[in-house]
DNA sequence: GTGAAAGCGCTAACAT
DNA sequence: ATGTTAGCGCTTTCAC
């Protein structure tokens, strides 16, 4: 059994009180002498307070829940590394949970995560998710939304990357290099973000004058990407750039493009959205809007500390710039 | 205030030990009046048990720890969704714990898991690790280790890829198609799965009877594989076929063989390891040699909470077979 | 400067 | 079939 607090104290030959004063450094009125040697015993006999005992009474755990649909979908590692790095260096450890974007593992998830008395969560809501959070038991802790906005009570900030004006960019780049007609593959059309890309891209549209807005709405996979441009080419469509919802559609579209002989960039102009670590790997390497998702963790991490510490998080809601990254799959012409 | 057992029992007219007993399904001989009024009062109330205060008792969190090198690697994802997937259906929490290869932030998070009082942990150690883990405190809970081998005190189990079979297979694969002088291009050579990579292609070597060992020592990284062809070719080394220690290499590998102009897999005939969900995404698709992460990923949870529950695990080493997928970047000739 | 005592919310002998 | 009691290991008033 490990040695506790008690124990150390009769060592000491003090009380518990104190020992705990020096533990938690509220040692402010404590003799100098008295600490050394209860710091001395501590260290001689490996002892570490029991968390569990403090949480009860502190009812804090310094644990927080990282709630996101999928961690094998290579948009989601960069911003758990985000976050874990702030977490661990601020001392909290954090639990992950994968929902694969459905909402009653959403649910689930949350209420182990309340159960386990986490002090605050980070969520990324399914992309299906329109209707708000109905929780069974109030959400009395801090929750920050990542990258996805929805209702929820006791939510203290969202984190967003600007999606309007990257997809307006994404698309701006393409009209700019010289494609004219450019679809959009996008991924659900039913929550914020995704509609704020479509409105990026139809600004984008007005501005250069392309009449038809052409939209395909799927999911945010691979394989929807491939299957669009097939949809594409089957009903004759006319195009010659495309705007991808984020990278893995992009990722399918090339493939598929290939596949039909459709050369990237000479043919076809490609954009994606997101530039996961694979972006660079295609081949073409992949031009795509950046977000900042490592530093999108890291902030959201920092805010939820905050305000776990009492602090008030100081902008409520943060939107991230995202970035043009021009690579191989657009080309001048 | 959440509400606690002893309101539950005061309004149920009952001592808190008969409602404990329902809530831990111990109300072997508990009226059904009983049961029923005091679950009934439960659902009302919304009650949910205090975990801290149970753990306190208990011993147990119901939490696992998973210590890995890098979420943002490929490799991992999969993985730890095993894990998660698992550990989740047996009611099980998991805390992820990014060490980066480093083997004194290995040493910090075993010992923030350990006070969390994580009731086991899924080890994967740095790559880097040679010497024995020698952890402050004596590790009392169960440890798993995954895909590395290394000392450690609490081991119960080892979980680990046939990697000497599968590079054996992966290089005579190359040989068999008709491939003559194979460069292995390495990670570090100090831990036993890259060594035992090295002993099959050795293996191989022997057996279809080229003389030289062509070995290449780097990082499990893209660049690694990148700036090991160019060092091959700028020391002008003949070479038509490349073994390469993992997936990521092999990308840097296809990416720098393409620079230099030289086809794959006309000229050269590449396999990785791992099968990461890349593979089959880069150009020519990759031949490589599937370790199956996820289900590793699973199993080792499925033990791991086996020993926490008092069974011992039934195979205490377990090693999980690969399987050669051939795809593009190997070619009959 | 330090200690006594209460209590966080629960479980588990041991009674009855 | 149900209750009494004693902690689990710690923090925190309040008192001296």
């Known amino acids: 059994m490990k040695i506790t607090i008690k124990e150390i104290a009769k060592m000491a030959g003090v009380s518990t009180t104190t020992v705990s004063m020096i533990i938690n450094n509220k040692a402010g009125n404590i003799s100098q002498g008295t600490k050394d040697r209860v710091l001395n015993l501590m260290k001689e006999h490996n002892y570490v307070p029991n968390v569990m005992a403090r949480s009860l009474v502190t009812k804090k755990t310094h644990t927080i829940g990282l709630v996101i649909p999928d961690i094998t979908n290579p948009f989601f590692p960069e911003i758990a590394r985000g976050v874990e790095d702030k977490a661990n260096q601020e001392g909290y450890n954090v639990i992950y949970c994968n929902t694969d974007d459905r909402t009653i593992k959403e649910e689930r998830y949350i209420e182990m995560l309340l159960e ?48 309007r004006l990257g997809a307006y960019e994404g698309v701006k780049h393409l009209f700019e290099y010289g494609y004219k007609r450019i679809v959009f593959i996008s991924g659900p059309l039913v929550n914020k973000p995704s509609l704020d890309r479509f409105e990026g891209y139809k600004k984008a549209l007005k501005e250069f004058q392309q009449q038809s807005i052409l939209v395909l709405e799927g999911d945010y996979k691979i394989d929807w990407g491939y299957e669009a441009v097939k949809k594409l080419i089957a009903r004759g469509e006319a195009f010659d750039g495309i705007f991808c919802g984020n990278d893995l559609i992009a990722v399918g579209v090339i493939k598929s493009l290939k596949e039909e002989g459709l050369r990237v960039p000479e043919d076809v102009g490609v954009v994606g959205f997101d530039d996961i670590y694979m972006a660079r790997l295609l081949d073409p390497e992949l031009t795509t809007v950046r977000q900042p998702n490592y530093e999108m963790g890291h902030r959201a991490a920092e805010m939820l500390i905050d305000v776990i510490s009492g602090k008030e998080p100081d902008p409520k809601d943060m939107v991230f710039d995202t970035e043009l990254i021009i690579r191989k799959s657009t080309k001048e012409r």
Chains 1, 2 share one sequence.
């Open 116 to 163: 386990k008395m986490v002090d605050g969560i980070i969520f990324t809501a399914s992309s299906k998710r329109i209707e708000g959070f109905k929780n069974p038991m109030n959400v009395k802790i801090p929750v920050i939304l990542m990258d996805r906005e929805i209702e929820f009570a006791g939510i203290k900030a969202k984190i967003t990357g600007n999606n």
